[in-house]
């Protein structure tokens, strides 16, 4: 048994945890039963057996309910806290993406649990067929035979309406009328509301309130959200609305403001951008006025191990004529974290002129390259 054993244990958990989810979807009425999810925590169990020193003890832990309710709802460090305390540092895992991750679900009912966001993001870092047959994987397929004009048409609509009326859903198919595979891959992206929601005021697309508390596209909206008013209510009453598919939300659309952010802010300068060029190879090139050009690639991994890993796994920054590559993260992310460019940047030594910054160093960066262009003009 190696860390490998144990990432493997993990990656199968959270797969199993989002076929659950799926299975779910299709039969509400029906237990969603898992096999990779049985198979993930028998690997873990019997690494705790093996070497955490938890003995006999673990194999309570074999029945699928009674292991949800014992680790699936803590911080993936709490797992281990049976376990030798040298053999944690034997094996490196506080090193491994799996370690500084928060609960990979939360309950929703008495044996029922949602895959949190962490689940998912932790599940970016493994294979990459592990995501086949998820909404977002299906629309990705839809979406990247389009032309680049259509793509960007819809990738962008995607972003900025989270939410949309039946009215709104009928103007967009029209106007995508003469391309019917556009249409089509946007037609997919929404299902229709049919439960009592309310916009979430942190991302924009609806948040519920279940018998374990609030739940959205991601936990951390309902970690930071104020107290639910009428207001905040979705009328589905009088004209239907529609929203982004869960998965979808979570993979485009809340990514995508931090890509609109920085066009915006590039928009102001009257700086020269192109959203994902070469059909998303990038998120945002920017290119100066005296012809130098920057490939931007945003990323919304809270946990930068995870991040660093998805990077090593991708062979690093996509190749390309660019003078400076950037992958950048939301800001607000180091604020707990301020080694978290550090960490990232240990996987870049090879690539000289790529880095992970934060958004606002970008527009740092950006501000004083326009300054240059300007001087030497």
């Not at 169990?45 to 949800?68: I, M, P, R, T």
Request: proline residues 4%; contains cysteine.
């Amino acid at each position: 048994m190696d860390a490998a054993f144990l990432r493997k244990a993990f990656a199968l958990i959270a797969k199993g945890l989002v076929e659950k989810e799926l299975l779910l979807q299709k039969e509400p009425t029906r237990y969603p039963y898992s096999k990779t999810l049985q198979h993930g925590m028998n690997m873990f169990l019997a690494a705790s057996q093996q070497v955490g020193h938890a003995g006999d003890a673990v194999l309570k832990y074999a029945d699928e309910s009674a292991f949800l309710n014992r680790f699936i709802t803590e911080p993936i460090a709490e797992w281990f806290c049976s376990w030798d305390s040298d053999v944690i540092e034997t094996l490196n895992l506080q090193e491994e993406p799996f370690w500084g991750y928060q609960a990979f679900a939360y309950r929703r009912n008495e044996n029922i649990y949602t895959p949190s966001s962490e689940c998912y993001e932790f599940l970016e870092t493994q294979d990459s067929d592990i995501m086949d047959g998820t909404d977002e994987r299906v629309l990705y397929e839809k979406m990247i035979i389009l032309d680049q004009e259509a793509y960007c048409r819809v990738r962008r609509y995607i972003i900025e309406n989270p939410v949309i009326t039946l009215e709104k859903r009928r103007d967009m198919s029209l106007k995508l009328a003469d391309n019917p595979k556009a249409k089509d891959a946007f037609q997919f992206a929404y299902e229709e509301v049919t439960e009592v929601s309310y916009y979430c005021p942190d991302c924009g697309w609806t948040m519920t309130q279940g018998k374990y508390g609030l739940s959205c596209h991601s936990s951390h909206c309902t970690d930071t959200i104020p107290t639910l008013t009428k207001e905040m209510k979705l009328d589905i009453s009088s004209d239907g609305k529609f929203r982004l598919k869960k998965g979808i939300m979570r993979y485009f659309a809340a990514p995508g403001k931090w890509e609109l952010d920085i066009v915006t802010f590039c928009e102001k300068k009257k700086i020269s951008w192109t959203l994902w060029p070469q059909m998303d190879k990038y998120d945002v090139e920017i290119q100066f006025s005296d012809g130098e050009v920057w490939e931007i690639d945003v990323k919304a991994y809270r946990n930068p191990i995870a991040l660093r890993t998805k990077i090593q796994n991708d062979n690093g920054f996509p190749q390309g004529e660019f003078t400076r590559g950037y992958y950048v993260i939301p800001s607000e992310y180091t604020i707990n974290q301020r080694n978290y460019t550090t960490i990232v940047n240990k996987a870049l030594s090879n690539q000289k002129n790529v880095k992970c910054i934060t958004l606002k160093t970008l527009k740092t960066e950006i501000t004083k390259k326009e300054v240059s262009c300007h001087e030497i003009e």
